[in-house]
């Protein structure tokens, strides 16, 4: 049944981003794994996408775009103020990121989030018919897959979170958890990052919603849940045969020999998000600097931070403290028209990116908690030439599944300097081993395999 059943995808943001040209405003597919995955299964299952367009107002009616069905949803400014920059990424995103931010609970935010997740189900039920499978995405519409079941009981409903799921300390504090709960148990599938992240969700369930069973399988008032890990991936052979193209190469010589000067290259490549611990990472990159004598002569970092919810002042906030580091640092150690930091606040296009990989010798990946990381796993695609080390955090999703990487504790700023110190020295075979098992791991979990494990949970 699964090959002929259509596919709804639901996701805050559709697949697509309004873009200005000079003949009027279009569409174009926006960048991204989740997009590249799920794009082609659409297509082949005849489904549709269903998601807010990106910017306040009305929503444009439904559309086509490169064969793609998209339902747009509408998203006022104070729905965006309450819904968006409010519960979702004020109160649930510090949450779900073990509270390295404080939470906010306010009732004025979670009154429009119960709205806007209420709209995404009723405009998702008008699209769908019995055994349809409906995929609801992330922590911003955990409401949807409840919601959905009451309007349309014959559809399969599952839902993926791709931050991580706190544990159950952290996440008794949510004034609404037991309705957070009940919302996701709606779902015949809840799948998560990692093993733990299903876990937590169990006691959760247990503890708040009187679900009973294990990870694996939940009841709750009368239906089975199945609970499990997914860890999304990438997509590796795109990646890989992207970056074989004699012009990255090309690319990343430029930016050896014009950055990096002869020393090594250090690269950091994040969201600009207090969840990534950027700034420890460069006061690790000083302390280096500091402690070994002509360090600036070894090694520079290249830092190249993608804007991000800059509506919020905890976002700007922390642009502010990295600047100001960066500025500290090339202020204090440059010498020589050597610059030891080079900060990149702006999106890179995907080749040039690709480049930066492939320039690295060692790639820094050090988020304080991330649900998976997909920097990490495109670094490790990039990398055809088995060489570049990677410095990844025990803290990220990937870390579960990359264990050849140098792993540190993100908090611990001597221990990730002495982790940029192994990666610097590390004899080059070495390097190599790591990198093959690494890479081989991420080509048989790729993220086609992803989608298909899950949707195939979905159909069965
Ligand atoms: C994370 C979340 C996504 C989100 C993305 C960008 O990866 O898991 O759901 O779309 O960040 O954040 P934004 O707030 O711009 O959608």
């Known amino acids: ?108 935010w979670w009154a429009p989030y119960v709205d806007v997740n209420n709209r995404f189900a009723k405009i998702t039920a008008r699209h769908v018919a019995d055994g349809d499978l409906v995929w609801v995405q992330d922590y911003q519409l955990q409401l949807v897959p409840l919601m959905l079941r009451q309007r349309k009981p014959g559809v399969r409903i599952g839902f993926f979170l791709h931050i991580p799921f706190p544990p159950v300390e952290l996440f008794a504090q949510l004034p609404w958890r037991q309705q957070l709960l009940e919302g996701l148990l709606g779902a015949d599938v809840v799948g998560f990052q990692t093993k733990v992240g299903a876990q937590n969700f169990v006691r959760a369930a247990r503890r708040f919603a009187g679900a009973r069973g294990h990870e694996g399988l939940l009841e709750h008032r009368g239906r089975r849940i199945q609970v499990r890990h997914f860890p999304i991936s990438i997509d590796y052979a795109a990646i890989d045969s992207a970056a074989r193209r004699p012009e990255v190469a090309q690319a990343a010589a430029e930016i050896r020999k014009h950055t990096a000067g002869g020393r090594k290259l250090l690269l ?78 702006r999106n890179i296009p995907f080749d040039e990116l690709l480049a930066y990989y492939l320039a690295a010798d060692a790639m820094v990946v050090t988020p304080l908690r991330d649900g998976m990381n997909l920097v990490a796993k495109e670094y490790v695609a990039t990398r055809f030439d088995n060489a570049g080390a990677l410095v990844l955090s025990e803290f990220a999703g990937a870390a579960q599944e990359l264990k050849q990487a140098i792993q540190v504790n993100p908090h611990d700023v001597d221990g990730i300097a002495a982790a940029l110190d192994q990666a610097l020295t590390m004899p080059q075979d070495e390097i190599e081993r790591r990198m093959r098992s690494m890479r081989s791991r991420v080509r048989r979990h790729d993220v086609y395999a992803w989608a298909s494990s899950f949707v195939e949970a979905m159909a069965s």
């Open 1 to 108: 049944m699964s090959a002929r059943s259509r596919l709804i995808v639901v996701a805050n943001r559709l697949p697509v981003h309004r873009v200005k040209r000079a003949s009027g405003s279009g569409w174009e597919t926006s960048p991204g794994g989740l997009v590249s995955a799920l794009a082609p299964m659409l297509r082949e299952r005849e489904g549709a996408w269903v998601g807010w367009p990106g910017y306040a107002g009305e929503a444009p009616r439904p559309f086509e775009h490169e064969r793609m069905s998209l339902i747009p949803v509408g998203l006022s400014r104070s729905d965006l103020d309450g819904f968006y920059l409010g519960f979702s990424n004020a109160t649930l995103w510090p949450l779900y990121h073990d509270a390295v931010r404080y939470p906010e609970y306010h009732r004025r």
């Open 268 to 345: 950091g490549v994040d969201r600009l998000d207090y969840t990534k611990g950027i700034d420890l990472r460069l006061r690790a990159f000083e302390t280096l600097l500091e402690r070994y004598e002509n360090s600036n002569d070894v090694a520079c970092f290249v830092q190249i931070a993608v804007p991000s919810r800059e509506h919020s002042p905890e976002y700007a906030d922390m642009r502010t403290r990295i600047e100001q580091l960066v500025g500290h640092i090339n202020g204090t150690y440059s010498e020589r028209g050597l610059t030891p930091v080079h900060y990149l606040y």
